[in-house]
């Protein structure tokens, strides 16, 4: 295979677990100490130059875990991750170093918390990046930098200060600069803007997409928010995370038509008003608009947990039990279940069929897109 025909990211049956703390909640929940909490169980897909793909999963489902392995942070306990064909999971610190440049990980908190020491200034954190990685093509490091501050929306009053001097959108805006300065060809961005307020956050998305879509930079967006999610990744890809698990992922655009899974159907009751902006616009007035609407339809966290069962359980401790036993982690509250569903685990495939009256009936050519698949046994014949 040429260096062309590999996709920029592979990630093939990743499966994470963390200690559970020795006579905590999870030891208890989870049948005694010496346990281990499944974070990620069984993780497969691929991302292309250029592509996005938004990942919508509630806290706990096993995000950061997933954003953490991908960025070369943490080991998985089973399976790889390659990015531009080389096996991320197999390497060692100073490789994955060497990698970083084209592979960015920007965490919801990136650079909160710096204290006043003059490295943390930030002429400084942008400078003396500028310098580790000069530009291509000549060119000063300070008017790299500067360029780039100014492609975020800074300028240069902002050079004397200090990280916690900015506000949460300021700060988001420089670890963005500084992560495209860097030139990468992946952004894992996880929950960016899910501390900013509406307006900045809006505006944020708006550049990210933008700056995204001009350098073909592919990016995955986590959130918690299937409104942001669906907003960002436009005419990309989405991918829904529950329990550890990919329950389906389809094409962004084709949200509202393709979605199969119960799951993913609930999630978007809860939240679904269909954007009436065409796939990606980037006019930031009317994606505010947008953005005010959607909000003004999200119903909280709180209400799709109620929604999602009687008992009104479905917060992470009740994932977890769920992602730890046999059969598909959502059956318990799935409207759909029929008996098969709390024996057989689902794997995610492309969905080209559908169980109806007791028989797998193959779905007409035109209601097949061979890029989305389900992890559910009405769609699944296994
Ligand atoms: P999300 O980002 O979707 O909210 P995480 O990936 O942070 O979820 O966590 C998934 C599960 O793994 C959670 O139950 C969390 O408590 C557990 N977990 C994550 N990181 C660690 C860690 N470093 N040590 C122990 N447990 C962890
Ligand atoms: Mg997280």
């Known amino acids: 295979m040429t260096e062309q025909n590999v996709p920029l990211l592979q990630v093939e049956n990743l499966t994470k677990s963390y200690p559970a703390e020795e006579g905590g909640f999870f030891a208890g929940l989870l049948g005694g100490s010496g346990e281990r909490i499944p974070a990620l169980n069984g993780i497969s897909f691929t991302l292309n130059e250029g592509e996005t793909l938004g990942l919508i999963g509630e806290s706990g489902s096993g995000k950061s875990a997933l954003a953490r392995i991908i960025a070369g942070q943490e080991k998985p306990d089973k399976g790889k991750v390659f990015f531009r064909g080389k096996q991320i999971t197999g390497m060692g610190d100073s490789e994955i170093k060497s990698l970083s440049p084209h592979l ?7 650079l909160t918390g710096l204290t006043n020491d003059p490295k943390n200034r930030v002429d400084r954190l942008l400078f003396d990046l500028a310098e580790k990685y000069p530009p291509q093509g000549g060119g000063s490091v300070r008017d790299a930098g500067m360029r780039l501050l100014k492609r975020v929306g800074l300028n240069e009053d902002y050079l004397t200060r200090f990280p916690n001097q900015l506000s949460g959108g300021e700060r ?6 500084r992560a495209l300065l860097l030139r990468p060809r992946l952004i894992v961005a996880d929950e960016p803007v899910s501390n900013l307020d509406l307006t900045t956050r809006t505006s944020m998305l708006n550049l990210m997409k933008q700056i995204g879509r001009e350098a073909k930079i592919a990016f995955i967006f986590i ?3 299937p409104s942001m999610v669906r907003f960002f990744a436009g ?3 989405i991918a829904i995370l529950f329990a550890g698990r990919l329950m389906e992922e389809l094409p962004a655009r084709e949200v509202f038509n393709l979605a199969t899974h119960p799951y993913t159907k609930t999630l978007l ?3 679904s ?4 902006l065409p796939g990606g616009a980037l006019d930031p007035e009317m994606a505010f608009t947008e953005m005010e609407r959607v909000d003004a339809n999200a119903l909280p966290l709180e209400t799709l947990e109620s929604e999602l069962s009687a008992d009104g359980n479905i917060a992470a401790s009740a994932q977890l039990a769920a992602a730890n036993r046999q059969g598909c982690p959502f059956f318990r509250w799935c409207p759909e279940r029929f008996e098969r569903c709390p024996e057989v685990t689902p794997q ?3 969905v080209t069929k559908r169980l109806e009256a007791g028989q797998y009936l193959p779905l007409p050519p035109e209601e097949i897109e061979p890029t989305h698949r389900a992890a559910c046994l009405r769609y699944i014949d296994q």
């Open 104 to 110: 960015r990980y920007l965490p919801e908190d990136a």
């Open 348 to 350: 995610l495939l492309t």
């Open 273 to 276: 008003a269909p954007s009436p």
């Open 235 to 237: 005419e990309g890809r």
């Open 223 to 225: 959130s918690h928010d």
């Open 269 to 271: 009751e809860v939240n």
């Open 172 to 177: 988001q805006r420089l670890a963005l600069a």
